[in-house]
């Protein structure tokens, strides 16, 4: 019977770890993300690479 509850009470723990680090993953993930380029115009994309790629290394 002992048994019974050791693995009960582990099962328990693991549920408990899993919970808390769900809440403070949840907890960190509630701000907006930090935009790329934080001046760009709303409606603009701010996923770029600035740069004409000529120096690139390599064949051209």
């Known amino acids: 019977m002992a048994v019974i509850?050791?693995?009960?009470?582990?099962?328990?723990?693991?549920?408990?770890?899993?919970?808390?680090?769900?809440l403070k993953r949840k907890k960190n993930n509630n701000n907006p993300p930090i935009p790329t380029n934080p001046n760009a115009k709303p409606g603009d994309s701010s996923n770029y690479i600035m740069g004409d790629y000529k120096d690139t290394g390599g064949f051209q």
């Open 5 to 22: 509850w050791f693995f009960i009470i582990v099962i328990l723990g693991i549920f408990g770890f899993a919970l808390i680090i769900d």
